[in-house]
């Protein structure tokens, strides 16, 4: 099967093509530029934009559905959303949940990587339960409890456990972060009240991220730089950011891909249930939630609970916010997410890559999306 993409404006990481075409044989991208004679398909860019598909490696849910409700359905339902948001690759995020309903959870979401027709699933996100009570934001404390490398072990053996979220300070967090790191998997901050020596240990041990930059963690002050001040000063690092200009304000956007080396910045959703819907109510791990005017907060208390965030909205945000060009920002999309996992072949639009490729109208609508060659969203508008 091949596929032209022609006449299309092309962005990559540190690149810009202007009107030129994309040869996609094999689930692959085959050649750049050129006409390429007889192919199956061709597809007409012309006013459209071609950039790398766009990774969400921190996402529970969209349109109603939720990784936690524990149905295949509800997993192929966020994934087809996914889809119409640009998104190439997706980690299914978990919440915290008891025991036996997280691997219930995970048994789910193993069955569709079986098919992974829509999005690419490499694997998961584990949010929680390994966090601090203090900070739980809008995870349920009445699951919390302390790092067990042997449960999260038995959840990786289930379905890969790209990501686990951690607390840094808890009681063995280094241990667990050490045995993970083993076995491959990211650990990442979160949901965590640890002093800046605390994350030092844990990033020691082996902790590589920073979930939901900014949310949920230690602030920054001038006597203790908490997690917020680790995650500005230590370039071993990676900061995921919710880029919906709620859960960090424009100016903080700003500042951060300002000060910050690019390679070290991602975007993420942390979309819920939420997204795609109106205002209205919804739960969230068993808490109530509200959304008003596009933003969830939990019904009691009113903490920020997820995001309505869609993945082509918090890149149009970014490059809103900040000015910078699309060929710099869109490094933090894909590239540096595959690189951070370890998945080779992804993130750019070049000869050899894997052809997971996001068109979008110049106001960063998704036009369509193309998964290892095929089209799996196109725009009926």
């Known amino acids: 099967m091949k596929t032209l993409i022609h006449d299309v404006t092309v962005i990559s990481p540190r690149q810009r093509h202007e009107s030129t075409s994309i040869l996609i044989e094999n689930g692959r991208i085959a050649a750049m530029g050129g006409n390429h004679g007889d192919v199956d398909e061709r597809i007409d860019g012309r006013g459209l934009t071609a950039v790398p598909g766009l990774f969400d490696i921190h996402c529970h849910g969209a349109d109603g559905a939720d990784v936690c409700d524990n149905t295949l359905e509800a997993v192929r339902h966020i994934a087809s959303k996914k889809l119409a948001e640009g998104v190439t690759t997706w980690l299914p995020t978990t919440l915290t949940q008891p025991k036996d309903t997280l691997r219930e959870i995970v048994g789910k979401v193993a069955l569709y990587r079986q098919q992974q027709d829509l999005t690419r699933c490499p694997g ?41 979220s951690l607390a840094p300070e808890m009681p063995g967090a280094t241990v667990l972060i050490e045995q993970a790191t083993r076995a491959g998997i990211v650990c990442s901050a979160a949901h965590t ?15 590589k991220h920073l979930t939901h930059f900014g949310n949920a963690m230690t602030p920054l002050h001038h006597r203790e730089i908490g997690v917020v001040g680790g995650g500005l000063s230590d370039p071993r690092l990676h900061l995921e950011l919710i880029c919906d200009t709620i859960h960090l304000c424009p100016d903080m956007l700003k500042l951060l891909f300002t000060l910050l080396p690019i390679e070290r910045l991602m975007m993420i959703t942390d979309s819920v249930a939420a997204s795609w819907i109106g205002n209205g109510t919804m739960q969230l791990g068993g808490l109530d939630v509200v959304i008003e005017n596009h933003v969830a907060r939990l019904r009691e208390g009113g903490a920020l609970a997820g995001s309505t965030l869609r993945a082509n909205e918090g890149l149009r945000h970014v490059v809103e ?21 370890g998945l080779e072949g992804f993130g750019k639009i070049e000869i050899g890559y894997h052809a997971d490729i996001a068109l979008l109208h110049h106001d960063f609508r998704v036009a369509r999306t193309i998964v290892a060659g095929e089209s799996r969203f196109i725009s009926q508008a």
Do not use: C, M
């Open 193 to 207: 009240s640890a002093t800046y020596a605390q994350l030092a240990a844990g990033i020691s041990a082996g902790l």
């Open 321 to 341: 916010v900040t000015g910078k060009g699309l060929e710099d920002i869109i490094q933090t999309t894909s590239w540096n997410q595959a690189q951070s996992l």
């Open 124 to 164: 998961l996100h584990i949010e929680g339960p390994f966090i601090n009570k203090e900070k739980a934001g809008a995870q349920n404390p009445e699951y919390v409890r302390l790092p067990d490398w042997e449960e999260l072990r038995a959840l990786h053996e289930i379905a890969p456990a790209l990501i686990v």
